[in-house]
């Protein structure tokens, strides 16, 4: 038996470019986490008609910078 996997995960390497950008050597799963958390809170606070296509994280040492790529920049 075969298993499905993700196509985004097959092609990544190849056409897009990862969803966050951080580097942390003992954090990274509190980051990761975090991560997950922001992108859920985002979603709950726009609604669909927002038409977020994705949310990008990147970190540095002081700050977080959220990139959100919507459909309609207004809304």
Known sequence: ?????NPIAN???LTK?????WFAGH????NVVEDAEIR????RAYDKNA???????????QEVRIILKT?????
Do not use: D, F, N
Not at 1 to 5: E, L, N, Q
Not at 71 to 75: F, S
């Open 27 to 30: 954090m990274v799963a509190y």
């Open 51 to 61: 038409a977020i296509e994705y949310v990008e994280i990147e970190r540095s040492r």
């Open 40 to 43: 859920r809170l985002v979603q």
């Open 71 to 75: 459909g309609k920049p207004g809304v």
């Open 1 to 5: 038996m075969t298993h499905k996997t």
């Open 17 to 21: 470019a990862w969803r966050s950008k």
């Open 11 to 13: 092609r990544l390497p």
